[in-house]
């Protein structure tokens, strides 16, 4: 997953047609909703991009989205995969590198998490 690897994935993502991404996001867990607010340009499955590892979540897509939202290009990985699965911190962070090389000058993040301490109040 050396900086070759990121430019000729990226390079090939451009020639399919993802020429302009203002905005990156990466969707975790419980926010796949916000792709229905997209006006896709382009979807492509993640086993389809070179340098792209496999979500083994089963809530996690592992789709590559490019298109409009609210009036910007984004750039959405529906789904993510971790460390945790297994894959080193190069996969990990690969697509985001991919991103940026595509031009992506701004990143958004999610996840769902969660505590187990008792004494947490939720606020409404």
């Known amino acids: 997953m050396d900086a070759q690897s990121v430019k000729n994935t990226a390079d090939l993502l451009f ?57 910007k290009k984004v750039l959405v990985m529906q789904g993510r995969f971790h460390f945790y699965e297994g894959y080193s911190m190069q996969q990990v962070t690969f697509p985001i590198r991919v991103m940026k090389q595509l031009g992506v000058k701004a990143l958004l993040l999610s996840n769902a998490s969660g505590g187990i301490n008792l004494n947490f109040k939720r606020v409404n």
């Open 15 to 71: 020639n399919k047609g993802i020429t302009d991404p203002v905005i990156g996001i990466v969707l975790g867990t419980g926010l796949s909703a916000l792709t229905t607010y997209i006006e896709p340009e382009l979807v492509l499955n993640y086993e389809t991009i070179p340098g792209f590892a496999q979500s083994t979540v089963e809530s996690h897509a592992g789709k590559l989205i490019y298109g409009n939202l609210a009036g």
